[in-house]
T-cell receptor
Framework: KNQVEQSPQSLIILEGKNCTLQ??????????LRWYKQDTGRGPVSLTI?????NTKSNGRYTATLDADTKQSSLHITASQLSDSASYIC????????????FGPGTRLSVLP | DAGVTQSPTHLIKTRGQQVTLRCSPK?????VSWYQQALGQGPQFIFQ???????QRGNFPDRFSGHQFPNYSSELNVNALLLGDSALYLC???????????????FGEGSRLTVL
């Protein structure tokens, strides 16, 4: 079954601290993996897109890693800010077309002052 | 440059009614995808429109239908509403990537539908 699991379900950290969110998937075939940030009540915003051959991709304070062999990805947030409070969703694409995007349930991150 | 816009932002309907949600894609984008996001869950793919045709469809009943207009804007129609249809409906626009597939998705803010 094509699934995307994320952990932890929720996370609370203090402003300025680092954190790492995990994504495990059983989706096959694999085309690419995407991380999105979704503020409460808003639409998701793309952070990174990684293909099979990419191990790491950064977007400012966000760094995503991908291990296609173990089917795991992580999103590392450095020097967290209050504005990082949001849900982070891992999305795995089975092919090149949007209909085969499998969304994870998301990790809810809260950054406290 | 306007991003993806959706309307209405919120609406309340009763069981059995019909609803139409609208989406204008990001300027220059020709592909529109619709997603349903229940509270606390990730989005679920409904269908995707390209060149005014439904290109692919997720696991949703025929009560869910859509349309894409020549200007690439799109509508999502849901008939015979059920309580379980209550969700945030997201529209995403995109361009083909270098391999002809779906490029980066740009989401709208969503339409929050409540069915009573």
């Amino acid at each position: 079954k094509n699934q995307v699991e994320q952990s932890p379900q929720s996370l609370i950290i203090l402003e300025g601290k680092n954190c790492t969110l995990q994504c495990n998937y059983t989706v096959s075939p694999f085309s690419n993996l995407r991380w999105y940030k979704q503020d409460t009540g808003r639409g998701p915003v793309s952070l990174t897109i990684m293909t099979f051959s990419e191990n790491t991709k950064s977007n400012g304070r966000y760094t995503a890693t991908l291990d296609a062999d173990t089917k795991q990805s992580s999103l590392h947030i450095t020097a967290s800010q209050l504005s990082d409070s949001a849900s982070y969703i891992c999305v795995v694409s089975r092919d090149n077309y949007g209909q085969n995007f499998v969304f994870g349930p998301g990790t809810r991150l809260s950054v406290l002052p | 440059d306007a991003g993806v816009t959706q309307s209405p932002t919120h609406l309340i309907k009763t069981r059995g009614q019909q609803v139409t949600l609208r989406c204008s894609p990001k300027s220059g984008h020709d592909t529109v995808s619709w997603y349903q996001q229940a509270l606390g869950q990730g989005p679920q793919f409904i269908f995707q429109y390209y060149e005014e045709e439904e290109r692919q469809r997720g696991n949703f009943p025929d009560r869910f239908s859509g349309h894409q207009f020549p200007n690439y804007s799109s509508e999502l129609n849901v008939n015979a509403l059920l309580l379980g249809d209550s969700a945030l409906y997201l529209c995403a626009s995109s361009l083909p990537d270098s391999r002809g597939g779906t490029g980066e998705l740009f989401f709208g803010e969503g339409s929050r539908l409540t069915v009573l």
